[in-house]
């Protein structure tokens, strides 16, 4: 998938700024970075696919697989909130920068042919 089609679907289907309503969990050490293992229990308790999609802004966004993307969203958490969804988009997460991530599931799911 190309930076566009990310971009696209970011926008078109991610629920992004859950807000409140979420089920919101601390992600971060005591050294206000992001922590691997909360990190990682959030991300594999809700996409359920090798693939992962990271947005954080239009410049900053990647296709990575689960393993890989600790390390792309600690670096993308600097800028900003970032968004994970599963390629269908039936599952995502929202990540803020205050420390707190929250898992969702949508019915935007795009369908299988």
């Not at 089920?23 to 293992?37: A, P």
């Not at 959030?42 to 410049?59: A, G, H, K, Q």
């Not at 600097?78 to 969702?104: C, H, M, W």
Request: charged letters at 25%.
């Amino acid at each position: 998938m190309n930076n566009r089609e990310i971009i696209t679907l970011m926008h078109k289907l991610s629920c992004r700024h859950l807000g409140p309503s979420g089920d919101w969990v601390s992600v971060f050490d005591d050294n206000d970075s992001l922590d691997k293992t909360k990190f990682n229990q959030l991300l594999f308790s809700s996409i359920n696919s090798d693939t992962v999609l990271i947005y954080c802004n239009e410049n900053n966004l990647a296709e990575s697989s689960l393993e890989d993307a600790y390390s792309i969203v600690s670096e993308f958490i600097k800028i900003g909130t970032v968004n994970l969804a599963d390629p269908r988009f039936t599952s995502q997460v929202e990540v803020d920068p205050i420390g707190i991530g929250a898992k969702y599931l949508t019915n935007k799911a795009i369908k299988q042919d």
